[in-house]
């Protein structure tokens, strides 16, 4: 499995910007469709944003459409999401998390998709 770090959250303002980073070792970062969560106070972990191996293709929950950009760098092992327009209902805890091997992009929104995920990193976004 890949080991997964996250960095970049915080508190901001609603309307404000984050840009979270995944720094992935251990495995070849490349070989991983690559995905992001977040689990806020008292609800289930949800979907995201998800990007390809070689980040040709991306896939976004409805609610970030327009306002955050999955994107990789796979010479640096990293992984990012930029968080524009944030709003107060973003507030949640962000994982990273590098998709299984046999995974298809079919599954890709799905987290059971995934097998190895990083610690989490709070974003809080006030009104």
């Known amino acids: 499995q890949v080991q997964l770090v996250e960095s970049g959250g915080g508190l901001v303002q609603a309307g404000g910007s984050l840009r979270l980073s995944c720094a992935a070792s251990g495995r070849t970062f490349s070989n991983y469709h690559m995905g992001w969560f977040r689990q806020a106070p008292g609800k289930e972990r949800e979907f995201v944003a998800a990007i390809s191996r070689s980040a040709s293709t991306t896939t976004y929950q409805d609610f970030v459409k327009g306002r955050f950009t999955i994107s990789r760098d796979n010479a640096k092992n990293t992984l990012y999401l930029q968080m524009n327009s944030l709003k107060p209902e973003d507030t949640a805890v962000y994982y990273c998390?590098?998709?299984?091997?046999?995974?298809?992009?079919?599954?890709?929104?799905?987290?059971?998709?995934?097998?190895?995920w990083g610690q989490g990193i709070q974003v809080t976004v006030s009104s």
């Open positions: 998390a590098a998709a299984r091997l046999s995974s298809t992009w079919l599954t890709i929104q799905q987290d059971v998709a995934y097998n190895s």
